[in-house]
């Protein structure tokens, strides 16, 4: 189904004109950041220089070590200022992690997912369980605050990626499935002796705890899914095999530097291939030439995939994540481009470790 190229036009015309409301915030004195405020003094005044998101290739690509190397409190806008923020963590498998900084962010990308999931897979005030990643990450308040926000509470059950991507890569297999058998028991305990509706998870766990208890007997109606890269028949044995047609199935493509790209609802035309599209105009993905990155692919082939957040409380233009995609035309109700069966960049040339996240 395509759509009317209006559509497309205005949301372009929307991104430009939210794009050049944060660029002014970023780099005005009296809202801005130590960060960008510095950078703009050494390099050129984004204020002048960038009026439409064609402008981006400006700016050099975001690099993470800004992240792990610099205080926290270089990313704080004037605006911000005495008022406490939230560290969220992100990688950190060896060595600093990086961190982003944020307050209400996580609210707002959540509550706009909230419009994309049924109430018939996630009943408004049924409980919900998390099994993944709490600890320092903005994924434990973000899916609480969503649960929250649908009147509902949330069980949870930690999960650590970096021990598991720490032991596998020590081939210590017994270990990674040890600790992996130890977390989806606690999150059958859960289901055994609580009323919940809707899950949580990362595709592998999911599969394992499918195979601990009956998840639709249990009273799961709706999962909610992300993390490791989900390749078509992999798609098709959840949504046949472990949901068995009857649970509603939810991948997200998300992270702590972007927020939240929902998938759009899968169509028999898509034979299983999951396109994720970004929440735009806070956040815009797109999928580049990765020898030549200030060029696009076209539609239906792979390249790098880009991130640029734009927000009031973080500005990260052009970063280039560690991941590859299906460059994806417009879908309804997305008037901007998709990225298709999102997999580790480089996964064809090389053996990745991704554990169980």
């Known amino acids: 189904m395509s759509l009317d190229p209006a559509a497309i036009h205005a ?5 430009d004109a939210h794009l050049r409301e944060i660029i002014q915030w970023h780099f005005s004195p009296e809202t801005g950041c130590p960060f960008w405020l510095d950078w703009a003094r ?15 290739v400006k700016f050099p690509h975001f690099q993470d070590e800004w992240l792990r190397d ?3 409190e270089v990313w704080v806008p004037a605006k911000y200022i005495g008022r406490p923020f939230n560290i969220f963590e992100t990688g950190g498998t060896t060595g600093m992690p990086k961190q982003r900084i944020g307050w209400d962010d996580y609210k707002v990308d959540y509550e706009e997912f909230s419009g994309k999931i049924s109430e018939e897979h996630f009943p408004r005030g049924g ?24 009147g509902s509470s949330c069980y949870f059950v930690d999960l650590d990626p970096r021990w598991v991507k720490k032991v596998i890569a020590h081939k210590q297999p017994d270990q990674a499935k040890a600790y992996m058998e130890h977390v989806v028991d606690q999150a059958a305990t859960i289901l055994k002796h609580r009323k919940v509706s809707g899950l949580f998870t990362t595709p592998k766990l999911l599969e394992a705890l499918a195979e601990k208890i009956h998840l ?40 702590t ?5 929902a998938s759009v609802p899968l169509t028999s035309q898509d034979d299983f291939s999951i396109t994720y599209y970004a929440p735009q105009p806070r956040a815009v993905l797109r999928i580049l030439n990765p020898n030549r990155t200030e060029q696009l692919v076209n539609y239906g082939e792979w390249g790098r995939v880009e991130l640029t957040t734009l927000t009031k409380e973080f500005f990260m233009p052009r970063f280039l994540e560690r991941d590859e995609a299906i460059r994806r035309p417009p879908r309804p109700p997305y008037a901007w481009d998709g990225v298709g069966d999102v997999r580790p960049f480089g996964a064809m040339e090389k053996k990745i470790v991704e554990g169980v996240y």
């Open 70 to 72: 610099l205080q926290p």
């Open 42 to 56: 050494t390099n050129f005044d984004p204020r002048k220089e960038i009026r439409a998101f064609a402008d981006m």
């Open 127 to 150: 409980a919900w369980l998390m099994v993944g990643p709490t600890g320092p990450r903005r994924l434990r308040l973000a899916i609480e605050h969503l649960a929250n926000f649908r």
């Open 11 to 15: 949301a372009e015309e929307k991104l």
């Open 216 to 255: 639709y007997d249990a009273g799961i109606r709706g999962v909610f899914c992300g993390g490791t890269s989900m390749p078509p028949q992999y798609v098709r044995f959840i949504v046949e095999e472990v949901l068995e047609n009857r649970i509603g199935f939810y991948p997200t493509y998300g992270n």
């Open 257 to 261: 530097l972007m927020g939240l790209a």
